[in-house]
């Protein structure tokens, strides 16, 4: 399919309907979809969830979606049967040889999309759904087609509207108030009483601004705290869910295992081992030159590194992040944390997982050899641990000295203006989120003893063997470092955000900010890996190029 199709503009292109059908993924069943052709998904039901690029969210009545060709939907079935309608067409180009793979920016493509006339949606979709002959009722269909993907482009678009500049500071607010105060009874009603909103409104605004409705976030938000806890302390499941807001342990139980995917007691016992004390003795020892590896986590680009090629991966949310899409070919995805069926289908001799946290390790060791290797290791220890499974152990350590003398060739080339030695923070921007980066990711590359030396608030978490910590605005003005860097996604609603916390107070305090050295990066540079590390370094001196405030969203567009 034609992916060049950002400069088209609406009136030179045309859509043909190609089918409609209706789904069904039966309670307490999982289905995935994957999608050929543009598809237009729409519930009429209250029942179940659905899951595209990891992201997990409730279905309600009149939901639809905007799916591009080569994406992937998993519907989660609950109590009930999950019923949605299927409309697949495709996007035609005046003058193109090929359907379009995306139409422009302006397409919401996997955003939720709530209808409230369901009436008139539903009367939409049987338009189409009819079935009579001739060439007049083709073009009925069509314009029919027409309408209604003019219909949920009008929704989305009055949806975001509502989202004015007051709403979206108050909505921020509570979400402050829910980080802080997440251990009290909270109610929605609660919540958008502080906002100084209605409640329907308040509830739709905060599910179109973070993704999920208000109580969905709050209990990711007390799991995530929950999960902190059960690493380290051996209390009682009552107590630990006492301590992040649960009042019923039940209750506490089936949310934990929805979010995390294994129950809370075996989390703790889990996280508490040690990698040894999982690895049974008979799979200590994997053949010494595997052929088919499979491997999940972040350590793709080291088995790259070493140029193997997997025969699969978790390729589910980085195949469109990694810098090294273009390597990539070939490699099946395996799904989050390795679906066993999907990998049994590719007949590994070796499985490598990055997590020791993994539900499905019983399983994939009746598959094949199956090792652990921490994701949280430094890249180099990842690459060594991975060199020695493979027997390529000289030729990773060759890689290491030659990268890191590059590295300081360098930084030596950069070191002329005597401003090396300065002191930086990195920070990233994802889903509207703010984190602090420790020593992971781009921020690997840019501490070096000729380049630049890690802020006081990055010490701190080192020192904390923290890799990364979540930030607020108000929190900001205590940020130090002679430079920042912003990572984000150039593409993506990020950008709505990026254009908020630039106006913010916190923001505008920081020091680095108001000195104009700030650097704006793609997030795709935000792994270290030793293929990103490795393309970093012709890219990096051109990102350090750009820093004054005039320039600055030109910095890593590469």
Same mark, same amino acid.
């Given at each position: 399919?034609?992916?060049?199709?950002?400069?088209?503009?609406?009136?030179?292109?045309?859509?043909?309907?190609?089918?409609?059908?209706?789904?069904? &993924?039966?309670?307490? !069943?999982?289905?995935?979809?994957?999608?050929?052709?543009?598809?237009?998904?729409?519930?009429?039901?209250?029942?179940?969830?659905?899951?595209?690029? %990891?992201?997990?969210?409730?279905?309600?009545?009149?939901? &639809?979606?905007?799916?591009?060709?080569?994406?992937?939907?998993?519907?989660?079935?609950?109590?009930?049967?999950?019923? &949605?309608?299927?409309?697949?067409?495709?996007?035609?180009?005046?003058?193109?040889?090929?359907?379009?793979?995306?139409?422009?920016?302006?397409?919401?493509?996997?955003?939720?999309?709530?209808?409230?006339?369901?009436?008139?949606?539903?009367?939409?979709?049987?338009?189409?759904?009819?079935?009579?002959?001739?060439?007049?009722?083709?073009?009925?269909?069509?314009?029919?087609?027409?309408?209604?993907?003019?219909?949920?482009?009008?929704?989305?678009?009055?949806?975001?509207?509502?989202?004015?500049? +007051?709403?979206?500071? $108050?909505?921020?607010?509570?979400?402050?108030?829910?980080?802080?105060?997440?251990?009290?009874?909270?109610?929605? +009603?609660?919540?958008?009483?502080?906002?100084?909103?209605?409640?329907?409104?308040?509830?739709?605004?905060?599910? =179109?601004?973070?993704?999920?409705?208000?109580?969905?976030?709050?209990?990711?938000?007390?799991?995530?705290?929950?999960?902190?806890?059960?690493?380290?302390?051996?209390?009682?499941?009552?107590?630990?869910?006492? /301590?992040?807001?649960?009042?019923?342990?039940?209750?506490?139980?089936?949310?934990?295992?929805?979010?995390?995917?294994?129950?809370?007691?075996?989390?703790? $016992?889990?996280?508490?081992?040690?990698?040894?004390?999982?690895?049974?003795?008979?799979?200590?020892?994997?053949?010494? !030159?595997?052929?088919?590896?499979?491997?999940?986590?972040?350590?793709?680009?080291?088995?790259?590194?070493?140029?193997?090629?997997?025969?699969?991966?978790?390729?589910?949310?980085?195949?469109?992040?990694?810098?090294?899409?273009?390597?990539?070919?070939?490699?099946?995805?395996?799904?989050? =944390?390795?679906?066993?069926?999907?990998?049994?289908?590719?007949?590994?001799?070796?499985?490598?997982?990055?997590?020791?946290?993994?539900?499905?390790?019983?399983?994939?060791?009746?598959?094949?050899?199956?090792?652990?290797?921490?994701?949280?290791?430094?890249?180099?220890?990842?690459?060594?641990?991975?060199?020695?499974?493979?027997?390529?152990?000289?030729?990773?350590?060759?890689?290491?000295?030659?990268?890191?003398?590059?590295?300081?060739?360098?930084?030596?080339?950069? +070191?002329?203006? %005597?401003?090396?030695?300065?002191?930086?923070?990195?920070?990233?921007? #994802?889903?509207?989120?703010?984190?602090?980066?420790?020593?992971?990711? #781009?921020?690997?590359?840019?501490?070096?003893?000729?380049?630049?030396?890690?802020?006081?608030?990055?010490?701190?978490?080192?020192?904390?063997?923290?890799?990364?910590?979540?930030?607020?605005?108000?929190?900001?003005?205590?940020?130090?470092?002679?430079? =920042?860097?912003?990572?984000?996604?150039?593409?993506?609603?990020? $950008? /709505? %955000?990026? /254009?908020?916390?630039?106006?913010?107070?916190?923001?505008?305090?920081?020091?680095?900010?108001?000195?104009?050295?700030?650097?704006?990066?793609?997030?795709?540079? $935000?792994?270290?890996?030793?293929?990103?590390?490795?393309?970093?370094?012709?890219?990096?001196?051109?990102?350090?190029?750009?820093?004054?405030?005039?320039?600055?969203?030109?910095?890593?567009?590469?």
């Amino acid at each position: 399919m034609s992916t060049d199709c950002q400069a088209i503009p609406d009136k030179a292109m045309h859509v043909v309907l190609d089918d409609t059908s209706l789904l069904v &993924c039966r309670r307490e !069943e999982r289905m995935l979809y994957r999608i050929s052709r543009h598809l237009i998904v729409a519930f009429f039901g209250d029942s179940g969830r659905y899951r595209i690029s %990891n992201i997990e969210r409730q279905i309600d009545p009149g939901l &639809c979606l905007l799916l591009p060709p080569g994406c992937e939907i998993e519907l989660i079935g609950a109590a009930e049967d999950i019923q &949605c309608h299927l409309i697949s067409f495709d996007v035609w180009g005046w003058g193109e040889q090929e359907p379009l793979a995306s139409v422009h920016e302006g397409w919401p493509y996997t955003r939720p999309i709530t209808v409230t006339d369901i009436i008139h949606l539903l009367e939409a979709i049987q338009r189409l759904k009819a079935t009579k002959h001739g060439s007049s009722w083709r073009m009925r269909q069509t314009i029919a087609l027409q309408e209604l993907i003019c219909l949920l482009l009008e929704q989305y678009e009055q949806s975001a509207g509502r989202l004015v500049s +007051n709403e979206k500071d $108050n909505i921020r607010m509570t979400i402050s108030y829910l980080a802080e105060h997440y251990t009290e009874k909270i109610t929605v +009603n609660r919540l958008a009483r502080m906002a100084g909103m209605e409640r329907t409104k308040y509830s739709a605004a905060f599910q =179109l601004y973070m993704g999920k409705k208000p109580l969905e976030y709050l209990n990711s938000l007390r799991i995530e705290k929950a999960t902190k806890l059960l690493a380290v302390f051996d209390q009682p499941l009552r107590e630990i869910a006492k /301590q992040v807001g649960f009042s019923d342990e039940y209750y506490f139980n089936k949310r934990f295992t929805q979010y995390v995917g294994i129950p809370p007691r075996m989390y703790a $016992n889990i996280s508490r081992s040690s990698v040894g004390e999982l690895m049974p003795s008979n799979n200590a020892d994997p053949s010494c !030159e595997p052929r088919r590896i499979v491997i999940t986590g972040s350590m793709l680009g080291e088995l790259l590194a070493l140029e193997i090629k997997p025969v699969g991966a978790e390729l589910t949310i980085i195949r469109s992040q990694v810098v090294y899409r273009d390597l990539l070919q070939d490699v099946a995805d395996v799904g989050t =944390l390795g679906d066993p069926s999907r990998i049994a289908a590719l007949c590994p001799d070796l499985i490598v997982l990055g997590c020791k946290l993994n539900r499905h390790y019983n399983q994939l060791l009746s598959i094949a050899p199956t090792v652990i290797i921490d994701n949280n290791l430094n890249t180099w220890d990842r690459l060594l641990s991975l060199a020695e499974l493979v027997g390529k152990h000289k030729e990773a350590a060759a890689w290491i000295a030659d990268y890191d003398k590059r590295w300081g060739m360098m930084w030596e080339s950069l +070191n002329t203006d %005597n401003k090396l030695h300065e002191t930086a923070t990195v920070l990233l921007l #994802f889903q509207g989120q703010l984190y602090l980066m420790g020593n992971s990711g #781009f921020a690997v590359s840019l501490y070096h003893d000729n380049g630049f030396l890690p802020s006081n608030c990055v010490i701190e978490l080192m020192t904390q063997g923290e890799p990364f910590r979540k930030v607020s605005v108000d929190t900001l003005s205590r940020l130090d470092g002679d430079r =920042l860097f912003l990572l984000t996604d150039f593409h993506e609603i990020d $950008n /709505q %955000n990026v /254009q908020w916390l630039m106006n913010t107070p916190g923001w505008q305090a920081i020091d680095a900010v108001k000195r104009g050295c700030m650097h704006m990066v793609e997030s795709s540079w $935000n792994y270290d890996d030793p293929i990103t590390r490795d393309r970093l370094l012709s890219v990096l001196p051109t990102i350090l190029r750009f820093y004054t405030a005039d320039r600055v969203t030109l910095a890593g567009c590469v």
